[in-house]
């Protein structure tokens, strides 16, 4: 075998810690932003409610209590309750209770989802960015395909003839959200390839399955995390809208976008019904995207002082 550059070899050794350690930067640098420590504690908060506290209360979210039924928040004075904090629905049933379960669905079907979409997409663009040629063309043109369809749309129409279960929502939006990954790693992959660690990996021979998955995925792996982060978000709005609509999560399962479905008919005279699980919504998309736009300056400043 052809003798090989000690300094080709320093490098290709070197490959994968250098991505693991641009990642380790930039969340060093986004949390020094106050506002990525904000949103995390937050979430943090939200999250540990979330998974504790159905289990820990003695309240069934699903059991019905017919005397206790449109009960007002503790805040709202005379008929208030501390065993419902923030009143109760319709059917008697504890909102505070509700809107944790919905909670904990929808941060399991939103991280789900961009699991699926990242296993989809990185491979597509890894294969597209490394193999170049007409296989890189074909692969493209199927991303581009599916980017001219909304998301929401696909969705609709494929759960609309098919039963709104929790994987079946976590695999319709994962088939419809990939190309992103796709694209961003195709565009690193394409970079990396060319430089001498990888040509060193191929004269050692080195199979391009291994080169791929050792040596230019940690490369992969800073750029597409502000976007996985922002894409939890996008994905619990889009698993709000569905059960809104009533092709997510069906009744009696409690999901933010049931719940506000459900509390569209009593806005007038129990508006906490609808409202109390929007807000659990908008706090925690907004806690979630504090830290994705946290993470996305990180990116830019520590990547910008590479260029």
């Known amino acids: 075998m052809a003798s090989v550059d000690p300094a ?31 949103g995390l504690v937050v ?27 449109l009960l007002p928040p503790l805040f709202l004075g005379p008929n208030w309750s501390f ?31 961009v699991i699926v979409m990242l296993l989809i997409g990185c491979t597509i663009g890894m294969v597209a960015g490394y193999k170049g040629g007409w296989i890189s063309t074909i692969l493209m043109r199927l991303t581009d395909a599916q980017l001219s369809i909304p998301m929401i749309i696909l969705a609709i129409a494929i759960l609309g003839v098919s039963r709104p279960t929790i994987p079946a929502i976590v695999l319709v939006l994962g088939l419809a959200g990939w190309p992103t990954y796709a694209r961003v790693t195709r565009s690193v992959v394409m970079a990396e390839s060319r430089k001498e660690f990888v040509r060193g990996a191929k004269v050692l021979g080195a199979s391009d399955i291994r080169i791929m998955a050792l040596l230019l995925a940690p490369l992969v792996l800073p750029p597409i995390v502000f976007v996985s982060v922002l894409d939890i978000a996008r994905m619990m709005i889009f698993e709000s809208i ?66």
């Open 43 to 69: 979430f943090l908060i939200l999250f540990l409610l979330a998974c504790f506290y159905p289990e820990l209360s003695s309240i069934d979210p699903l059991k019905m209590n017919v005397r206790g039924r």
């Open 8 to 38: 080709l070899m320093g490098k290709l050794a070197m490959a994968p810690d250098r991505g693991r350690s641009l990642t380790r930067r930039v969340w060093a640098e986004a949390f020094r932003q106050p506002e990525f420590k904000i």
């Open 242 to 307: 569905l059960g809104f609509i009533g092709l997510g999560v069906q009744p009696p399962t409690p999901t933010f976008g049931n719940l506000i479905a459900d509390g569209r008919k009593y806005l007038l005279n129990a508006w906490w019904i609808a409202t109390m699980p929007g807000i659990f919504l908008c706090v925690t998309l907004t806690s979630v995207n504090l830290m994705g736009a946290a993470l996305e300056r990180a990116r830019n400043r520590i990547f910008g002082g590479l260029a």
């Open 83 to 113: 065993t419902n904090p923030l009143g109760t629905d319709q059917l008697g049933r504890d909102m505070l209770l509700r809107c944790l379960v919905g909670l904990r669905y929808s941060f399991l079907i939103g991280v789900s989802t």
